[in-house]
């Protein structure tokens, strides 16, 4: 998944509302303890752009009122922290990190008839989904006959409007251009009333257990992973929060356990507890 805050809004623009120092500190602060994510003091506009969207919404006059509802509505924070992220994501992105998966966490033990038959993954934020449906293809792929495997796949996002549309796995047609024409007849179906759709198999659903999650609280999952895909999320973390969150993250893997971060991310002054395999795969010590 990758967190996009919107494009700037341009400055000759008539504002409707008026977005004071004040309303963009207090607004950033709560972004930062609610998600982890850190907004510079140059994203004014982007902040703009976004919450002004719920001000017509909820018929505000100003970011002054929107701030006093924030105080007394958890509902409205949900719907704030949704609305100041935007999901990037496709299926196979970076498929350099699905056949690394395939070649060094499943292919290994598909060979080795004394290795254990529980396998667990972690989506850290699958977005709409089409990372985990990603990682149940490959899964499935490689596996084939799953009667007598343990696997399990972890889906978690932020974002709870975004987590409905992944549990319910239907795409248009122009979002599984990434995929094969095998892929496509194996793993999807037209989905009845709904043309230019498709569903995910049931087969694949099965293999995924989609929860709303928080990365800068509490993980509830206890281990071991066997792989954990974070990918295009901690960039928009800061320095402190990123170690805070691998820190917890690593407890819940063994030594050689994989993880993948996103094409821009590294875990360089971060942690100490991974080693760099190949461009974002690392490997816990």
């Known amino acids: 998944m990758t967190i ?3 494009t700037p809004v341009s400055q000759t623009q008539e504002r409707e509302f008026e977005l004071l120092d004040a309303d963009f500190d207090a607004l950033r602060e709560i972004i930062k303890i609610r998600a982890g994510i850190h907004l ?3 994203k004014k506009e982007l902040v703009y752009g976004r919450v002004s969207r719920r001000l017509r919404h909820l018929e505000l006059r100003s970011f002054a009122e929107y701030r006093r509802l ?4 958890e509902e409205e924070l949900v719907e704030f922290c949704n609305a100041m992220t935007t999901n990037l994501t496709s299926f196979f992105r970076e498929s350099h990190h699905f056949d690394y998966f395939r070649e060094h966490v499943l ?4 060979r080795d008839p004394r290795a254990s038959r529980r396998i667990r993954i972690w989506s850290a934020a699958c977005s709409s989904g089409e990372e985990p449906y990603s990682i149940a293809m490959v899964v499935r792929e490689t596996l084939q006959d799953l009667r007598n495997w343990d696997v399990r796949i972890l889906a978690t996002d932020l974002d709870t409007e975004i987590l409905a549309r992944a549990t319910a796995g239907v795409y248009p047609e122009d979002r599984l251009k990434a995929l094969t024409r095998q892929r496509m007849l194996t793993h999807f ?11 995910v198999a049931p087969e694949l659903a099965s293999l995924i257990t ?3 999650l928080n990365l800068t609280r509490d993980l509830p999952m206890s281990g071991p992973l066997d792989a954990i895909f974070c990918r295009n999320v901690i960039i928009y973390f800061d320095k402190d929060t990123q170690r805070d969150l691998f820190a917890r993250i690593a407890v819940l893997q063994r030594s050689d356990d994989v993880l993948f971060l996103g094409h821009s991310e590294s875990l360089f002054n971060v942690s ?3 080693v760099l395999q190949c461009k974002t ?5």
């Open 4 to 6: 996009a805050l919107l």
């Open 40 to 42: 510079s003091d140059g």
């Open 70 to 73: 924030l105080e007394s509505n």
């Open 107 to 110: 292919e290994p033990r598909l």
């Open 189 to 199: 179906s037209a989905t009845p009333g709904r043309p230019g759709h498709f569903s």
């Open 210 to 212: 989609f929860k709303q």
């Open 272 to 274: 100490d507890e991974y």
């Open 281 to 285: 795969i690392y490997r816990r010590v």
